[in-house]
């Protein structure tokens, strides 16, 4: 379970993030939506331990990220860029993570089997499209196989067969009793792929529910979007 | 599962150096510098091939690139720290290793286990190039002078390393951190030499070369090796703390 409450973040003199607030629930694909520069990836951050909060938490079955004892089994993190130095190959990347976490360097060829990475994973990570990139980052995210899965953006440069793929894994994560949450500004994707959403804008929730509760009376949630945040600090559902 | 403590620092100590080994620019930073010193000894070798030789002078012309030398190390350090702020790196090491002050401690430490026999080969090619072009001029060669000269030259390329990477870790990237410490080694320390000469003795630089110059400078000594290596060590430590503080603090 992921307890987001009352975050608040100050950057400057700007606040970024007023009060938010939201859970992810185990079993269960949570949609974190919201345009660009709402504070979905300062909520993602400051949820991984990224980033400070000014007031508030964020915590990971009850406590804060550094305070789990084994990180990488319980949350698997794929945020914004690749996440590896551009110089190093992708299964060097992946194997140094391995180490930290004790795993071996088999899991390490697991996972990159399953994002479909092996025949480029001793190429270095510089030579990656942004789709490679973004399965290198799901194989860091996998290596663990947490019980927890944050991801931003994942569909984020993919291509069709890449986002059928990572609609169904994620799907298949949730109905085993997983806790998913991603971040994404594509409603048609995100449409099919969560049970939950939350819609954030500048900086404040602004949605929070089940896929239905949130659509409405929209015909579909793209509608429900627009609608939600072109009322400037709109009430919550 | 829980994990003992010891197991924990061994995995991310092994995975720090793992990061470093893994590194392109790392071994070609290293390979240069081997290349440049030699080539620098070869020039001050054939500049004192005239004359009568002794274990002093082979040491005095091995090591005199130390200073043009220690740039390698400084650069190898500040990348070891900045190229954490490349591709986002920093965001996969902090998701995996969350223990901030652990972390950048255990990065420190590979980078200490890596340098120290890199700095070994640097310094020992230098000193042995110079002894066997020299040999039919030396008039006998301490052996045990030059170990001790070595390893204390050595312990000073990796205090330096060390150092640097702290300042990269501060600073965040890489030309920044360049200027200021190729600035501070190559401008700032050199000027307050002729300037303030008692107090630059205590600077981590000038502290650092009593670590290994003991046995063959001619230059008037205010500290010994022990206090030089205390001070030079001191200093790497407090910028290691104020490094780790900030770490800690600061979003990443």
């Keep these: 379970m992921l307890t987001i409450n009352n975050v608040v973040k100050h950057r400057g003199n700007q606040e970024i993030l007023s009060g938010v607030s939201f859970k992810a629930r185990p079993g269960r694909v949570t949609g974190f939506l919201g345009p660009n520069g709402a504070g979905k990836s300062s909520t993602l951050r400051i949820l991984l331990g990224l980033d400070r909060a000014t007031s508030g938490s964020a915590l990971i079955d009850g406590v804060p990220f550094a305070e789990l004892q084994n990180p990488l089994a319980t949350v698997g993190a794929a945020l914004d860029g690749f996440g590896a130095h551009r110089m190093r190959t992708g299964r060097a990347h992946l194997r140094w993570i391995a180490r930290a976490a004790g795993l071996s360097h088999s899991r390490v060829e697991e996972v990159l089997e399953i994002v479909g990475l092996t025949n480029v994973a001793g190429k270095r990570v510089g030579t990656y499209s942004l789709g490679m990139g973004k399965r290198l980052g799901m194989a860091a995210a996998l290596l663990g196989d947490p019980e927890i899965l944050v991801l931003d953006e994942p569909v984020n440069g993919l291509d069709p067969e890449g986002i059928r793929w990572i609609r169904t894994f994620l799907r298949e994560r949730a109905e085993s009793g997983k806790t998913v949450l991603l971040s994404s500004h594509l409603m048609g994707e995100l449409a099919e792929t969560v049970d939950d959403v939350v819609i954030i804008n500048h900086g404040k929730v602004v949605a929070d529910g089940t896929l239905e509760e949130v659509i409405g009376n929209h015909s579909t949630l793209e509608e429900a979007f627009f609608a939600l945040t072109s009322k400037n600090n709109g009430d919550g559902v | ?252």
């Design chain 2, 1 to 252: 599962m829980s994990v003992s403590s010891s197991r924990k620092t061994t995995r991310i100590l092994s995975a720090e150096l793992d990061k470093l080994i893994t590194m392109p620019l790392i071994w070609r930073t290293f390979v240069a510098t081997f290349i440049i010193n030699l080539v620098l000894t070869a020039a001050f070798t054939s500049a004192s091939l005239q004359g009568a030789a002794d274990t002093k002078s082979v040491l005095n012309i091995g090591l005199a690139s130390m200073i043009y030398l220690q740039a390698g190390f400084i650069i190898l350090g500040i990348l070891a720290t900045c190229s954490e702020y490349t591709g986002g790196q920093v965001q996969t090491t902090l998701t995996t290793i969350p223990w901030r002050g652990l972390q950048l401690i255990s990065k420190h430490l590979a980078l200490a286990v890596f340098t120290f026999p890199a700095a070994l080969v640097i310094t020992a090619s230098g000193v042995l190039y110079t002894v066997l072009m020299m040999q039919d001029t030396v008039a006998g060669i301490g052996i045990n002078t030059m170990i001790q000269t070595v390893v204390g030259a050595a312990g000073y390329l990796t205090v330096t390393t060390l150092l640097s990477a702290a300042v990269g870790a501060l600073l965040r990237r890489t030309t920044p951190a360049l200027v200021v410490l190729l600035g501070y080694y190559f401008i700032v320390s050199p000027l307050m030499s002729d300037f303030l000469p008692r107090v630059h003795n205590y600077f981590p630089d000038a502290a650092g070369a009593y670590m290994y110059m003991e046995t063959f400078s001619n230059e008037v000594k205010v500290l010994t090796p022990m206090q030089g290596t205390g001070i030079a060590v001191g200093w790497t430590l407090i910028f290691m703390a104020i490094a780790i503080v900030f770490y800690r603090k600061r979003d990443a």
